[in-house]
């Protein structure tokens, strides 16, 4: 692959990622009509904040040289442990809605899951290279890094938050398979996490609410649906070219959070299916884009980190196209880079970031240390 190749990609998935946020900003503006006016404003001037921290943080990442980084893994993995406990402890971790995802520094309140992200993705990727040559073992290939991906897991499973928790392990399980764990070992271990977390939706009244809901949505479309219902009347609204911006009904008290995690339905409405396919075929895009440079990681770390990075991105917005068009049981996991949001849309930026300089730093002469052994 030439030079040229590679930093077209990196400028793709950059441009990829900016344009998202610039459409976030557009459909937001309209999203936040539901609310009062002072309200929207305020929405607009975060979001428009946070964006510019972003992108700030994101360009801070691609100018920090990966394989420096990587001798960070485990104080990163360690800082992110200790984020998702202090969340769990009370007076630190604030509570919304009967969830405890948030820590309350003073007047600073941040979502630690999301955080945790970081120090997930280089403590996988660092486990996984370190017992690279023995990925095929049970024990150093899959118990090790599955004890690793099940103590965030269940502290994430704790606040509650069931839908970051599942995002957690698919990208977990994700990258151990595209590594070379064996299926033989995966398997199992993916039918026992489904029917433990059948057991804990089972005992919790919310959620398991929300998948009879989800089972039979009509039925329940003015209680346990009722968001689904509305963001697919959203849907059906906006046709293929939508009925405008600002000229959409959902947004107006009819779709409840609008500018969260159902934003993709206000966009359907006011942009139309179109629209809608084309965030979705960008998202594809861009993991076609990481798929195609990984045989060019110059070391099997920087493929598990590239990868995992990668996944976490395209997985959140699957799940969450998924959640909005009725495929999947509402989850309150929002569409990258658009929905509203400040910690996950710093961290998504930081992994652009990161994804676009290895795409440029990677020579296609160098012998992948990721297909060793």
């Known amino acids: 692959m030439h030079e040229n190749e590679k930093s077209c990609d990196s400028m793709a ?25 002072g309200r929207a ?3 607009f001037r975060g979001q428009l904040l946070w964006s510019c921290v972003a992108i700030a943080l994101g360009a801070l990442a691609y100018a920090c040289p990966l394989e420096r980084l990587e001798r960070f893994s485990l104080w990163l993995t360690g800082g992110s442990l200790v984020l998702l406990l202090l969340v769990l402890v009370p007076g630190l971790g604030y509570k919304v809605n009967g969830a405890r995802r948030w820590l309350a520094i003073g007047p600073v309140r941040f979502q630690a899951a999301e955080w945790a992200k970081l120090g997930y993705a280089f403590g996988l990727a660092h486990l996984l290279a370190y017992s690279r040559r023995d990925r095929k073992s049970f024990l150093k290939g899959f118990i090790y890094p599955g004890l690793f991906m099940g103590l965030p897991f269940v502290l994430i499973m704790l606040q509650p938050d069931f839908g970051t928790a599942v995002l957690y392990a698919a990208v977990g399980l994700s990258v151990l398979f595209l590594s070379g764990a064996r299926l ?13 977390f059948a057991v804990a939706v089972a005992y919790n009244p919310v959620r398991l609410k929300r998948i009879t809901a989800f089972l039979d949505w009509e039925t329940h479309k003015l209680d346990g649906a009722y968001q689904l219902w509305q963001g697919l009347i959203g849907f059906g609204s906006g046709g293929l070219t939508g009925v405008g911006l600002g000229q959409g009904r959902q947004q107006l008290s009819f779709l409840p959070e609008a500018h969260n995690d159902f ?8 942009l139309g299916l179109i629209a809608t396919a084309l965030v979705v075929v960008a998202f594809l895009v861009l993991f076609l884009i990481v798929l195609k440079n990984l045989p060019q990681a110059p070391d099997f770390f920087q493929y598990c980190l590239i990868l995992s990075m990668s996944l976490f991105i395209v997985l959140q917005a699957l799940i969450n196209v998924g959640v909005v068009t009725g495929c999947l049981p509402t989850k309150g996991i929002g569409l990258p ?25 990677w020579r296609s002469h160098a012998v992948p240390k990721a297909r060793e052994g």
């Open 13 to 37: 998935l950059v441009f990829i990622a900016l344009g998202l946020i610039a459409l976030g900003l557009v459909v937001l503006g309209s999203a936040g009509q539901g609310a009062s006016q």
């Open 41 to 43: 404003l305020s929405l």
């Open 184 to 196: 033989l070992y995966l398997l199992p271990a993916i039918f026992s996490g489904i029917s433990l």
């Open 263 to 270: 934003i993709l339905a206000i966009l359907g409405e006011e």
């Open 337 to 361: 880079f658009i929905s509203y949001g400040g910690a996950n849309r710093i961290i998504l930026c930081v992994f652009i970031g990161f994804i676009a300089q290895a795409l440029v730093r």
